[in-house]
């Protein structure tokens, strides 16, 4: 079995097409109502993007899809909590990437 990581939006998507919900898919959909920040296709091309473009393992760019850091300071922590190093030319670059979605 392979795990999937999933952005907030592709969840969303997913329990917004069920015709009904648990109490659990309901609070579910609540916090990704929230929380959501991109359109799950923009999620997906980002996240493909992210990973192709920079070689971060694929919960790493899900991570920074969801949320969508907009400073160095941002980006630096979510990479480094995933123990990912990028170069300045590549944190300047991602973070563009962010601030045009």
Do not use: W
């Not at 997906?44 to 760019?61: D, G, L, M, S």
């Not at 300071?73 to 300047?92: F, I, K, Q, R, T």
């Amino acid at each position: 079995m392979r795990i999937r990581y999933r952005t907030i939006a592709e969840t969303y998507e997913i329990l917004h097409s069920k015709q009904s919900h648990s109490d659990p898919e309901k609070d579910s959909l609540a916090y990704c109502e929230s929380f959501l920040k991109l359109k799950p296709e923009e999620a997906r091309k980002a996240v493909k993007y992210i990973q192709e473009e920079f070689r971060v393992p694929e919960k790493v760019a899900v991570k920074l899809v969801d949320l969508k850091p907009v400073s160095r300071d941002e980006l630096v922590a979510v990479l480094s909590s995933y123990g990912v190093m990028l170069d300045e030319n590549n944190l300047s670059k991602m973070l563009d990437y962010f601030l045009g979605l």
